[in-house]
């Protein structure tokens, strides 16, 4: 239960915009009241007060003795409705996406800034077309190639029967079988757009408001600052290499406008992505149709040259690859032309692109249908279909595009290297690895549970006679899972003795900055654990890195075992030592499993999260980390919920101080804390002087800070500083999410970061805590005293409210006066 609110000293009426964190919280529990009333907003995201308060705004002079609470529920944007559990099949696309906003900041070189940009958005088309690819790997080759056209493996499966070749029927030729099989990966595309359009009508595509901009503040008392004309700080300032190609020739930059200059989430355009996810989505749809026609066109071009048929056969073949070809030209330079408009709302939308270029591909493969249905009598299906060569060609690609990350990223740390960095500024490659991996697990692992139910009780690929198994580099990558398990032990022991290790140092600690006398050993304990056990966040770059280097290095030790091989684990070893013989089969059949049992626990716990609420939130949290940031890199990403929530913020902010010309906190827990910083980032300057920002629990430097350094690294969080009125952060040492934001002080601003909170806030019993205080970590901020003393402190650092405008009324409210309680 959150504790009363003391009555600040002078000020007048004063707004508390609570902004909760990651899971989300009922309104009924932020406001501390049962009874509430949606002020402004929807179902999916809203104000919300108590039934008490709702004449807040019509009647300000009577809330001067206390603020005005006002909670914003957002969580419904990660978590709502069952189908969004679908949105864990999309993980390696988010974590992708991911790797575009961990550039390291360098605003002096504006032509790397770009390269990086065009390195994360090939990497993501690469996870595109490897999806698209291991959906004909499945339909067309396990099934339609290789099953149908095995006598065995189609009498067993009598779904399978009017395709089998055994039986002569009309579909029984291969060319046909697999222009039918390939509606499979074409509707998966389909689906895919379906998705990202759906999604984009319901986030990019909504316009945030920018009238707050244009309307003139209340009257400000002689002295105070309005903002207007302040001098722009070097550290607060836009960098100017952030996708500076985006700005076509003529237009007017948002730095050249009389306002101040803003960093990058303070940008216009920061949280409107529509033109570039348009675009962007024409590109990977056309990208997926391209991949299914070539899977076509190529098996049926290797035939027709091998058996010489008649020319106009022949001839139709090689303009459909030629088309190929040209469509994936075009597709390359969509993708790389353009990145991110960011400094002003760019309205324009390339219609004829997006609209032309999907639909070219879809005719394209319309047309390869028929000319793979050409009748071909002669034509038998054996062995399998070359997806060795495609996904050895997509794996060496993904490799060469992260290592070129890896240097770009190198580059540009070096030009302002920060020693809290993630990896030295590697963390974008190293991410950009884990999407490569994550995809590889999902498309391989469906490609292994496939050939395994095909293929019987048997490994893939080990099978006698004519065993039905995937591409030999998919066993090869499937068997390297097992060896980066037990090369994953080693750190893992390592933290596990840190840790204990720590726990111990800290019993010390803990009973000195609570000042006990009488110390209990198992109450220390427990306290000291729990402060170790929230220190593994720190550690976290480290692993990543050493995992996504495992990755890298086992993937290209996977390609070239396959084609030096030329057979699966299993076979290839056969006469080796009976040692490395063995090994090498436990790990294949190892890996199958593991691989496919990866792919099965995505698809079930998508399904129970469908059908369970509570899992369908733990679900949302997952997202509300990844999901914070707009869809730079690849559009079939999970849809970014800030580009709803930041303006909303926003606007809520503008519209009190405007229509009241009253004080306004807004109080972020955890990621609101990251939503409220980005909000107040976007405030016009006389606006943010009027507003105080209280963050705790918030991961803005621990996590932000260190991984996306050029948008929430020192500089701008220093500026933020300098630019908002005041700003306090609370944090303790149980929590393992939330943590200092270490901006000192500077002139007469105070240190942001207030001292370490105690958890619990009693070591033992005391008449006013008679039983043992709960260690609470990331929850319940709002239950410790120092919460709301600060919280009144920072209200009365504010300037006092401003008179207000006589006929001023409330006209942005739009309150639905509907009650929660």
């Known amino acids: 239960m959150s504790p009363a609110t003391p009555s600040p000293k002078h000020g007048g009426a004063a707004l508390e915009l609570l902004v909760h964190g990651v899971g989300g919280a009922t309104p009924q529990d932020m406001l501390d009241d049962p009874r509430t009333v949606r002020v402004t907003g929807d179902a999916t995201a809203a104000m919300y007060r108590r039934c008490d308060d709702l004449d807040a705004e019509d009647h300000p002079e009577r809330y001067a003795e206390r603020p005005v609470p006002e909670a914003y529920c957002w969580s419904n944007l990660t978590s709502g409705n069952g189908a969004r559990a679908l949105w864990l099949l999309l993980l390696p696309f988010m974590v992708a996406n991911l790797a575009h906003w961990m550039r390291p900041p360098a605003p002096d070189r504006p032509g790397l800034v770009r390269l990086y940009g065009v390195l994360v958005r090939l990497v993501a088309l690469t996870l595109t077309v490897l999806l698209t690819a291991a959906a004909c790997e499945v339909a067309l080759d396990l099934t339609a190639w290789q099953c149908a056209g095995d006598a065995a493996c189609a009498q067993d499966r009598s779904w399978l029967g009017f395709l089998s070749a055994e039986r002569g029927g009309w579909w029984s030729q291969p060319g046909r079988r697999l222009a039918l099989a390939a509606v499979v990966p074409a509707a998966l595309v389909g689906l895919l757009w379906y998705l990202s359009n759906r999604t984009w009508s319901a986030y990019e595509a909504q316009r945030p408001p920018t009238a707050y901009d244009d309307t003139p503040p209340l009257a400000e008392p002689a002295g105070s600052p309005s903002g207007r004309g302040e001098s722009a700080d070097p550290a607060t300032d836009a960098d100017p290499g952030a996708e500076a190609d985006d700005e076509p020739a003529g237009t007017t930059p948002e730095a050249a406008l009389p306002t101040e200059l803003r960093p990058a989430l303070g940008r216009r355009g920061f949280w409107y992505g529509r033109r570039l996810v348009a675009r962007l989505r024409a590109a990977h749809t056309a990208a997926g149709f391209l991949t299914v026609a070539a899977a076509l066109t190529g098996a049926t071009g290797r035939h027709d040259r091998a058996t010489a048929p008649d020319a106009l056969r022949t001839d139709f073949g090689w303009g459909l690859q030629a088309a190929v070809v040209v469509l994936a030209a075009v597709v390359l330079w969509v993708v790389c032309r353009r990145g991110r408009s960011e400094r002003r709302l760019d309205l324009r939308l390339e219609r004829a692109l997006v609209a032309w270029l999907p639909c070219a591909s879809l005719l394209l493969l319309a047309l390869?249908?028929?000319?793979?249905?050409?009748?071909?009598?002669?034509?038998?299906?054996?062995?399998?279909?070359?997806?060795?060569?495609?996904?050895?060609?997509?794996?060496?690609?993904?490799?060469?595009?992260?290592?070129a990350l890896g240097a770009v990223a190198l580059l540009l740390h070096r030009r302002?290297?920060?020693s809290r960095t993630a990896l030295h500024g590697l963390g974008g490659p190293a991410v950009a690895m884990l999407a490569c991996a994550l995809g590889g697990v999902m498309s391989g692992g469906v490609a292994q549970r496939v050939a395994d139910w095909l293929d019987g009780s048997a490994t893939p690929g080990m099978g006698d006679g004519s065993p039905i198994g995937p591409p030999v580099l998919l066993s090869w990558q499937a068997s390297v899972i097992p060896v980066l398990l037990v090369m994953l032990l080693a750190p893992a022991v390592l933290l596990a003795v840190r840790t204990a290790r720590a726990a111990r140092r800290l019993g010390p600690v803990v009973e000195a900055a609570y000042a006990t006398v009488t110390p209990d050993p198992v109450r220390t304990g427990r306290i000291a654990a729990t402060r170790a056990r929230a220190g593994l966040t720190d550690f976290a770059p480290p692993l990543v890195g050493i995992v996504s280097g495992a990755t890298l290095f086992l993937g290209a030790a996977s390609v070239a075992g396959a084609w030096i091989g030329g057979a699966v684990p299993g076979r290839a070893f056969e006469g080796a030592h009976p040692a490395i013989a063995s090994a090498a089969d436990t790990a294949q059949?190892?890996?199958?499993?593991?691989?496919?049992?990866?792919?099965?626990?995505?698809?079930?716990?998508?399904?129970?999260?469908?059908?369970?609420?509570?899992?369908?939130?733990?679900?949302?949290?997952?997202?509300?980390?990844?999901?914070?940031?707009?869809?730079?890199?690849?559009?079939?990403?999970?849809?970014?919920?800030?580009?709803?929530?930041?303006?909303?913020?926003?606007?809520?902010?503008?519209?009190?101080?405007?229509?009241?010309?009253g004080r306004l906190v807004i109080s972020g827990h955890s990621q609101g804390s990251v939503l409220a910083a980005a909000a107040v980032w976007q405030l016009p300057p006389a606006t943010r002087k009027r507003v105080a920002l209280l963050t705790y629990g918030s991961p803005l430097e621990r996590l932000y800070g260190r991984w996306f350094p050029a948008y929430f690294g020192p500089g701008p969080l220093r500026g933020l500083h300098r630019t908002v009125h005041c700003w306090s952060n609370l944090h303790r040492a149980t929590d393992p999410i939330g943590g200092p934001v270490r901006v000192p002080a500077e002139g007469d601003r105070p240190a942001v970061d207030r001292p370490v909170l105690l958890d619990p806030v009693e070591y033992g019993r005391t008449p006013a805590h008679p039983l043992p205080e709960p260690i609470l970590g990331h929850s319940d901020y709002q239950a410790d005293p120092v919460f709301a003393a600060e919280r009144a402190a920072l209200l009365d650092r504010l300037p006092p409210a401003l008179p207000r405008q006589r006929g001023t009324a409330r006209t942005d409210q739009g309150s639905s006066g509907r009650s929660s309680g």
Not at 599 to 613: H, N, Q, S
Not at 636 to 651: G, N, Q
Request: proline letters at 8%.
């Open 589 to 661: 059949s190892l890996g199958s499993w593991m691989i496919g049992f990866g792919f099965i626990l995505f698809v079930t716990w998508g399904r129970r999260a469908y059908k369970d609420a509570s899992a369908r939130r733990t679900i949302g949290i997952l997202w509300d980390v990844g999901t914070f940031w707009p869809r730079a890199a690849h559009p079939f990403a999970p849809p970014c919920y800030a580009e709803r929530a930041v303006p909303d913020l926003t606007w809520r902010m503008s519209s009190w101080t405007r229509h009241t010309g």
């Open 416 to 418: 302002r290297p920060e």
């Open 368 to 403: 390869a249908v028929p000319h793979a249905c050409w009748s071909r009598p002669e034509w038998r299906s054996a062995g399998t279909l070359p997806g060795d060569t495609t996904f050895g060609a997509l794996t060496l690609v993904q490799g060469g595009l992260v290592v």
